[in-house]
């Protein structure tokens, strides 16, 4: 490897405005418009207590509230009926209890929050009727441990830790890692472009000097990788200390991961350079298109094409880069086991090995009929 | 030798850029490959270069044959590409010091080199410039400043001032002769005759892929019949008086056009005077008059029925 070759290769990326945005500030945009499109959709999964009013001109059955307060269902509050009418009017609570001619709960409107309350008192009122019959059948009954046996403060809602919750949203942060880390397959196929005499006159020059092509191919692959590796740990950062978006403890795991994506993103497009047969500007434009079509297959613009393509052509999921980064990166936050992880880390390398060993092949002793 | 190109055929599918060019340059000279665009020119230095292959012949630089892997040669040549081959990412510096690191590893004697290249082409001012802010004539100065360097012994220009102004080429040529003058060979190829006159000791001109003259410049003009060409202002010379001048001894053609009388004849010991001598006898009114020794041009005209330039 050439130091110097791979120092003014990675200056030079450093100082391409072209490069910086689509390889630096257009993930970081990109992760600040999904932030924005779904810090919502996250917030609104969380469940708020159904507001209930209990009229205070009617004594209420004995546990009734008690059973209410146990459900962490419910947020009660105590207010007249005109007062509870005024509220219900004015939406500030669902509905409110009454026990006028037998208990009642008067709502307006049919929702969710309704169709719970109404559920819980139907259930009380079902499960106090039966009680009472069975004593009055026989109120011996009540002598053995009938009532204790009967569960009326039961809770309705189940926590889970967050960490194995199922976020689907993160699925769009890992696409995003995956597009940055495949995006050096611009630079290397711009690297390729480098060492072929026959693409502009400065590769012209380039091949003129006393330099064997494969070290400057390692060199400028190199700084490739420095600088598509340095762009997906500025975006890790952006997105989780800026956006507070949750990627897990693994860091080391998924530095490791966008390091083998940066590789094999830069032999990708170092292959596509040496196989086809375009001029500079269309091998960019085709290459980077390529690239969001792989993205697009592991979900970076429709979650459920990831759940697609591994159902109806799993194929895809193993040789797609994307893909594979995609799936590492899950695989690390919603599994506490690596083996997932290693399979998509050792078939990434084992693509970016293939890549760059066909590269090889191809450009080694490359001549040109025409310049 | 320096270079010794034996035979050399190249073909782009049916046409024929190189046909059996034999070409040897010597130590120390600057030598001219002249010849209209398309003639087979930068092919030539390509194929020197090993960057193109070829189909039939064979090529030596420095006493060894020229190949893609031949880095002991190649460090030793310099190139100035027809289009300027720089990065736009790096300042006029920069751009110096990473083609002259393909070269040179050691990093004192590279900003040695690297210093004395840029005051050479005079773009000391220059330094902190990326390539984008430099005129076209300060880009072409960066431009061979990026080829020659690493001091190469054998400095291959292709057409460095096309497209360039006045200062900027009087400066490249200055440029050229003082690298030549500190011992490196040189390839100049231009389809200005002008440059390769003033410039190369040794030249050939190329059409259709063939040499079509070879020498020293008095050489290859001896290769004509044209031996001056003397040039009247007239005022009222008639068509008989044209016909007779026509007639007169060495004369090879005559051309009246908008006053101007050009009478091109053979070598001669007293052409002018003959030709004076009439016009004074008739009666002539003249003007200006003066005498020109052929020019590349001539000789290409001579040869291709073609203008250089067409």
């Known amino acids: ?371 | 030798m320096i270079v010794k190109i034996e035979n050399l055929v190249k073909r782009y599918g049916d046409l024929i850029a190189l046909d059996h060019l034999n070409i040897e340059i010597e130590e120390g000279e600057i030598f001219g490959l002249l010849g209209p665009n398309g003639s087979g020119k930068t092919t030539a230095i390509n194929c020197i270069l090993s960057l193109l292959k070829y189909d039939k012949g064979s090529i030596e630089v420095f006493g060894k044959e020229m190949t893609p892997t031949a880095y002991d040669i190649k460090r030793d040549i310099g190139i100035v590409m027809q289009n300027v081959a720089v990065f736009d990412e790096l300042t006029v510096y920069e751009n110096i010091d990473y083609f002259c690191g393909l070269y040179i590893s050691d990093k004192t004697k590279r900003k040695e080199l690297v210093e004395e290249a840029i005051e050479s082409v005079g773009l000391k001012d220059f330094v902190k410039f990326y390539p984008k802010k430099l005129s076209g004539g300060l880009l072409r100065r960066l431009n061979i400043a990026c080829g020659i360097a690493h001091k190469p012994k054998l400095i291959i220009l292709d057409e460095p001032t096309v497209a360039v102004d006045p200062q900027s080429r009087n400066n490249i040529l200055e440029g050229i002769k003082r690298l030549n003058a500190q011992g490196a060979t040189i390839i100049y190829t231009s389809h200005y005759m002008e440059e390769i006159e003033q410039l190369c000791s040794r030249l050939v001109i190329l059409d259709k892929g063939k040499v079509i003259a070879a020498g020293t410049k008095e050489e290859v003009k001896s290769m004509i019949a044209l031996g001056e060409k003397i040039v009247v202002e007239t005022f009222n010379i008639t068509d008989e008086q044209l016909e007779m001048i026509n007639d007169m001894p060495n004369v090879i053609d005559v051309e009246l056009r908008e006053n101007v009388l050009t009478v091109r004849q053979k070598n001669g010991a007293s052409n002018l005077v003959n030709l004076m001598s009439f016009i004074a006898d008739q009666g002539i009114s003249y003007g200006k008059i003066y005498s020109e020794l052929p020019t590349l041009n001539d000789v290409f005209l001579e040869i291709t029925g073609k203008e250089l330039r067409d």
């Open chain 1, 1 to 371: 490897m050439s130091f110097h070759i791979f120092k003014y290769s990675f200056k030079s990326m450093i100082k391409d405005n072209m490069a910086l945005f689509w390889m630096l500030f257009f993930p970081i945009i990109l992760a600040t418009f999904f932030n924005l499109a779904f810090q919502n959709l996250t917030a609104g999964e969380g469940f708020e207590r159904v507001n209930i009013a209990v009229a205070t001109e009617n004594k209420m059955p004995v546990g009734l509230e008690d059973a209410m307060e146990d459900s962490d269902l419910f947020q009660i509050s105590y207010m007249t009926e005109d007062q509870a009418e005024k509220q219900l009017t004015e939406n500030k609570i669902t509905g409110y209890l009454t026990n006028r001619d037998g208990l009642e709960m008067v709502i307006l409107d049919s929702g969710m929050n309704q169709s719970i309350s109404k559920v819980f008192l139907d259930n009380y009122l079902q499960v106090s009727t039966t009680v009472h019959g069975i004593i009055e059948e026989d109120p011996r009954i009540l002598q053995t441990d009938f009532l204790e046996s009967i569960n009326l403060r039961q809770g309705y809602l189940q926590e889970t830790p967050v960490s194995n919750s199922m976020n689907p949203v993160v699925i769009y942060f890992y696409a995003l890692m995956a597009m940055t880390c495949l995006f050096s397959a611009i630079a290397g196929c711009y690297s390729t472009a480098l060492i072929q005499a026959n693409q502009s006159p400065v590769a012209a020059r380039i091949n003129i000097a006393p330099t064997h092509k494969l070290r400057a191919f390692v060199s400028m692959t190199a700084a490739t990788i420095l600088f598509q590796m340095s762009s997906a740990m500025i975006l890790i950062a952006y997105i989780t200390q800026i956006l507070k978006v949750d990627f897990g403890d693994r860091i080391i795991h998924i530095a490791a991961l966008c390091l083998v994506g940066c590789f094999t993103g830069s032999m990708f497009g170092t292959l596509f350079g040496a196989v086809t047969k375009f001029k500079s500007d269309i091998k960019d434009m085709l290459i980077s298109n390529i690239v969001v079509i792989m993205c697009f297959l592991s979900g970076l613009m429709v979650l459920q094409m990831k759940y697609i393509v591994q159902q109806h052509a799993p194929i895809i999921s193993y040789i797609n880069p994307a893909s594979l980064i995609t799936d590492g990166l899950y695989a690390l936050y919603y599994y506490d086991t690596f083996e997932r992880y290693f399979l998509n880390i050792t078939l990434l390398a084992a693509w970016g090995l293939v890549y760059c060993a066909l590269s090889i092949l191809i450009l080694r002793r490359q001549k040109y009929a025409s310049i």
